[in-house]
């Protein structure tokens, strides 16, 4: 497909796509769009960055009927972000004819009251979070009844987040003749009940290698050693002068504590996690599409899904628990074509989630902030090849050989009980002081 002319989409929404250089397809647009244009229930597995909103906005667009003044299509997010990101989507495709049809932001952490009194002139399109968007249904405020289209963002972000109960809730009271769009950068098993519940016949569309993480992004670690984590990640910020950079961390604290770090280092940092107030989040993400930060901090969730522009570097304060996503995260840079790279930080001890990553594929150059401040290669990190508790079972095997063999000749009933006992106790004490001896190296360095 080579023009969005060929789907023979409104003059108007072509002309807002060139006006924004959007002039080819992605692969999952073209994928998808003709067939959720002939009325198809689609499956999207897409990561962030695919074009997956405009391939599920523009069918809608297309279909809706702007002399119906009913609500028509609903498109649920997982969070306030997402769907804010969705919205501002939406409005720039209808830049040209703002007043073809109206559309609503229904989230939580707004005025509920002034969100009530919105429905009384309905939407035709409605983007919003599931628990605001249910909410409103329950005091009759939103009336589904004519809805044609769903859309479910994120889906397996909906499942992480415990939402999903209510996105089924909010597909039961839809009408049965509907088109329901699922998009989800994974499709977990425990979402699959709920595809086969509301999709018929769909059609599943995958974005292909090329439009998936990750082709030129260079990976890199960097051992913390005996240093505070906060201050080297802020010297490896400054050695790296990026455009924008994205710093993830585990948690919402880590993060606060982080950006206070970078502010202290006079570094140009924005904030991005699940509890800021949600005035201060939709500031913080429309400074950050303004390219107002050059550093970024975010947590997974408050993250996913958000499309950030010209990130050049990310950098990992901590190794995510899930190792899914370490892809998520490096796959936010190093797009459209552009290079990228991304610097883990991790201690001796989190060399086992980094051996897996090694094992899905990624390649890691092992690099070290000097003394002048640059970053230079180091060493080859430190594998550890066998699993610890492996060790010490077999060195008790090997142990208790010796044993059985002299029993042999003796054997008493019971014995290969009494052995399997005895062999379990001897692992299990040898696998507690290996433990206790790991930890006294570590407290022996902390105190360095």
Same mark, same amino acid.
């Given at each position: 497909?080579?023009?969005?002319?060929?789907?023979? $989409? @409104?003059?108007?929404?072509?002309?807002?796509?060139?006006?924004?250089?959007?002039?080819?397809?992605?692969?999952?647009?073209? =994928?998808? !769009? *003709?067939?959720?244009?002939?009325?198809?229930?689609?499956?999207?597995?897409?990561?962030?960055?695919?074009?997956?909103?405009?391939?599920?906005?523009?069918? !809608? $667009?297309?279909?809706?009927? +702007?002399?119906?003044?009913?609500?028509?299509?609903?498109?649920?997010?997982?969070?306030?972000?997402?769907?804010?990101?969705?919205?501002?989507?939406?409005?720039?495709? $209808?830049?040209?004819?703002?007043?073809?049809?109206? #559309?609503?932001? !229904?989230?939580?952490?707004?005025?509920?009251? =002034?969100?009530?009194?919105?429905?009384?002139? *309905? /939407?035709?399109?409605?983007?919003?979070?599931?628990?605001?968007? @249910?909410?409103?249904?329950?005091?009759?405020?939103?009336? /589904?009844? &004519?809805?044609?289209?769903?859309?479910?963002?994120?889906?397996?972000?909906?499942? %992480?987040?415990?939402?999903?109960?209510?996105?089924?809730?909010?597909?039961?009271?839809? *009408?049965?003749? @509907?088109?329901?769009?699922?998009?989800?950068?994974?499709?977990?098993?425990?979402?699959?009940?709920?595809?086969?519940?509301?999709?018929? %016949?769909?059609?599943?569309?995958?974005?292909?290698?090329?439009?998936?993480?990750? +082709?030129?992004?260079?990976?890199?670690?960097? /051992?913390?050693?005996?240093?505070?984590?906060?201050?080297?990640?802020?010297?490896?910020?400054?050695?790296?002068?990026?455009?924008?950079?994205?710093?993830?961390?585990?948690?919402?604290?880590?993060?606060?504590?982080?950006?206070?770090?970078?502010?202290?280092?006079? $570094?140009?940092?924005?904030?991005?996690?699940?509890?800021?107030?949600?005035?201060?989040?939709?500031?913080?993400?429309?400074?950050?599409? %303004?390219?107002?930060?050059?550093?970024?901090?975010?947590?997974?969730?408050?993250?996913?899904?958000? %499309?950030?522009?010209?990130?050049?570097?990310? !950098?990992?304060?901590?190794? /995510?628990?899930?190792?899914?996503?370490?892809?998520?995260?490096?796959?936010?840079?190093?797009?459209?074509?552009?290079?990228?790279?991304?610097?883990?930080?991790?201690?001796?001890?989190?060399?086992?989630?980094?051996?897996?990553?090694?094992?899905?594929?990624?390649?890691?150059?092992?690099?070290?902030?000097?003394?002048?401040?640059?970053?230079?290669?180091?060493?080859?990190?430190?594998?550890?090849?066998?699993?610890?508790?492996?060790?010490?079972?077999?060195?008790?095997?090997?142990?208790?050989?010796?044993?059985?063999?002299?029993?042999? &000749?003796?054997?008493?009933?019971?014995? &290969?009980?009494?052995?399997?006992?005895?062999?379990?106790? #001897?692992?299990? =004490?040898?696998?507690?002081?290996?433990?206790?001896?790991?930890?006294?190296?570590?407290?022996?360095?902390?105190?360095?």
């Amino acid at each position: 497909m080579n023009s969005f002319q060929q789907f023979k $989409l @409104l003059p108007f929404i072509v002309d807002a796509l060139t006006e924004k250089r959007i002039t080819k397809p992605t692969d999952i647009q073209a =994928r998808i !769009i *003709p067939a959720a244009m002939n009325g198809r229930d689609i499956i999207g597995k897409s990561q962030t960055g695919t074009g997956k909103t405009l391939a599920f906005l523009l069918p !809608i $667009l297309e279909a809706i009927n +702007p002399e119906d003044q009913s609500v028509q299509a609903i498109v649920v997010a997982p969070t306030r972000e997402l769907a804010w990101q969705i919205h501002e989507e939406l409005k720039s495709l $209808l830049i040209k004819q703002p007043e073809f049809i109206k #559309t609503s932001l !229904i989230v939580g952490g707004t005025d509920r009251e =002034r969100q009530i009194d919105r429905m009384k002139n *309905p /939407p035709q399109l409605i983007i919003g979070t599931p628990g605001r968007i @249910l909410d409103l249904m329950k005091v009759q405020a939103l009336f /589904p009844h &004519k809805v044609t289209h769903f859309v479910v963002d994120e889906a397996d972000q909906m499942l %992480d987040m415990g939402f999903l109960p209510e996105v089924d809730r909010i597909a039961q009271a839809l *009408p049965e003749k @509907l088109q329901t769009m699922v998009f989800s950068a994974t499709i977990p098993e425990k979402l699959e009940p709920f595809l086969k519940k509301y999709l018929h %016949d769909p059609r599943y569309a995958e974005a292909s290698a090329e439009h998936r993480v990750v +082709p030129k992004i260079k990976h890199h670690t960097i /051992p913390v050693r005996h240093r505070d984590r906060k201050a080297l990640t802020v010297e490896v910020a400054k050695a790296i002068n990026p455009f924008v950079c994205l710093v993830f961390t585990n948690t919402k604290q880590e993060a606060d504590e982080l950006e206070t770090t970078f502010r202290e280092a006079g $570094l140009n940092v924005g904030t991005l996690h699940g509890d800021m107030q949600a005035r201060r989040r939709k500031q913080a993400i429309k400074d950050i599409n %303004d390219a107002k930060y050059q550093y970024v901090i975010a947590t997974d969730l408050a993250a996913r899904g958000i %499309d950030i522009k010209g990130v050049s570097h990310v !950098i990992n304060f901590g190794i /995510p628990k899930d190792l899914d996503f370490y892809t998520h995260r490096v796959g936010r840079t190093g797009r459209a074509g552009a290079t990228g790279e991304a610097y883990t930080l991790y201690e001796d001890h989190e060399n086992g989630p980094i051996n897996r990553l090694e094992e899905r594929g990624f390649s890691f150059t092992h690099v070290d902030v000097r003394h002048d401040g640059s970053l230079q290669p180091i060493k080859t990190r430190k594998r550890r090849t066998t699993d610890r508790k492996m060790k010490v079972s077999q060195t008790a095997h090997s142990r208790m050989a010796g044993e059985i063999k002299k029993a042999k &000749k003796k054997v008493k009933p019971g014995y &290969k009980k009494k052995f399997k006992y005895k062999l379990k106790e #001897t692992a299990s =004490r040898e696998h507690m002081q290996s433990q206790r001896k790991e930890r006294r190296e570590i407290r022996k360095k902390n105190k360095r």
